[in-house]
């Protein structure tokens, strides 16, 4: 029996890399609930053809003129979804369920302490930042409430819509369940947060009509979805690498 334990230095490894990508996760995803809306960037603007003109609805191009622009938030929150997917992969269903519960209650714990820091009373001609706390503190009350119910929905659906497509394939074809389950939790995200955001009044004065708010899902779901095709890749190179500390209990492997 002695024999068939795991060697110390390999579940040392395992349990690093293990923490190293939930670490991943958990800054990825508390980052982007703290800036979240505060500020919306441009990706990229392009000068649409005429041919184009009559396929891309004018609902989301400016005369010719095509522009992604996405809250800066979006741009930390794609790496939660390659961190579940590589922890789906090489960890199961249920640590990678649990690192989503895990950043859920973290948040709960940001708000907690930041709530605490509101309620105290400050130290007069001491506090250097006192309109920056407060402005910060009322922003990320709704952005993180609203990110909050999004992220348990999509993060929930990723996992599961991972392990379905897993299930199916036998344990075969990573870059499916990787893109399957990424695109459609993504669509769930970005539309469940902007809509809360804008219902909320949490967006910015411009955005006053479902149409801007269409705009702003299709925009922030766009970047995402490159950004999931662009994990691909990067997922199977994880994998690939970190093979030898696979802990699936499924029994399922890639690389058989």
């Known amino acids: 029996m002695d024999g068939e334990r795991t060697p110390p230095v390999a579940t040392y490894k395992r349990d690093a890399l293990f923490l190293s990508l939930a670490g991943i996760f958990l800054t990825s995803l508390v980052l982007g609930n703290v800036i979240g809306t505060t500020k919306f960037v441009t990706i990229f ?14 609902l989301i191009r400016d005369n010719g003129i095509y522009t992604m622009s996405v809250p800066v938030g979006v741009i930390a929150y794609p790496f939660t979804f390659l961190a579940t997917d590589l922890i789906s992969e090489l960890y199961g269903r249920k640590k990678a369920q649990l690192v989503v519960w895990v950043g859920f209650w973290m948040n709960v714990f940001m708000l907690f302490l930041m709530t605490v820091n509101h309620w105290l009373p400050s130290t007069a001609g001491v506090s250097g930042g006192l309109q920056l706390f407060e402005g910060v503190y009322e922003f990320m009350i709704g ?114």
């Open 143 to 256: 952005n993180t409430i609203a990110s909050m119910i999004a992220y348990l929905v999509a993060q929930t659906v990723d996992v599961r819509l991972f392990h379905f497509w897993k299930d199916l394939t036998d344990g075969k074809h990573l870059w499916l369940r990787n893109n399957a389950s990424t695109t459609v939790s993504q669509l769930v995200d970005s539309t469940a947060i902007l809509s809360i955001l804008y219902f909320a009044g949490n967006l910015g004065q411009d955005v006053d009509t479902i149409g801007k708010l269409v705009i702003l899902i299709l925009n922030s779901y766009l970047f995402k979805f490159f950004f999931a095709l662009f994990d691909t890749p990067l997922c199977y190179l994880g994998v690939k690498i970190f093979q030898e500390f696979e802990e699936d209990p499924t029994g399922s492997s890639l690389y058989e």
């Open 45 to 58: 603007s392009v000068e649409l053809s005429d041919w184009m003109l009559d396929v891309i609805p004018e």
